[in-house]
């Protein structure tokens, strides 16, 4: 009843922009905190960028000064602006959200990825 789907990913060049939506859609009373993970081929799936509900948010050092978390609560979605993107940059990036479901309460959510491909 709850679904996160993920849009915005593609291929870029190195230097280039993206920004990656994720929408919350459901049986959904509120959505709490929203974050950004990615994982690129081989590698452990890692923490991009968080954003609470109360608007502080998080970064993983290797983005800060490039990546850019944000939210529109009115429309359950969280945003990834990413500028200056790298090669290393390039990996499957998945939403995560916690997310307060009618009747429910509290559960955690994924969603099925988007595929960015940042080429030198």
């Known amino acids: 009843q709850v679904q996160l789907v993920e849009s915005g990913g593609g291929l870029v060049q190195a230097g280039g922009s993206l920004r990656l939506s994720c929408t919350a859609s459901g049986s959904i009373f509120s959505v709490n905190a929203m974050s950004w993970y990615r994982q690129a081929p081989g590698k452990q799936r890692e923490l991009v960028a968080g954003?609470?509900?109360?608007?502080?948010?998080n970064y993983a050092d290797s983005v800060k000064g490039r990546f850019t978390i944000s939210r529109d609560n009115a429309k359950n979605t969280v945003y990834l602006q990413m500028n200056s993107l790298k090669p290393e940059d390039t990996a499957v990036y998945y939403c995560n959200a916690d997310i307060t479901r009618i009747v429910f309460g509290d559960m955690n959510y994924w969603g099925k990825g988007t595929l960015v491909t940042v080429s030198s």
């Open positions: 954003i609470n509900s109360g608007g502080s948010t």
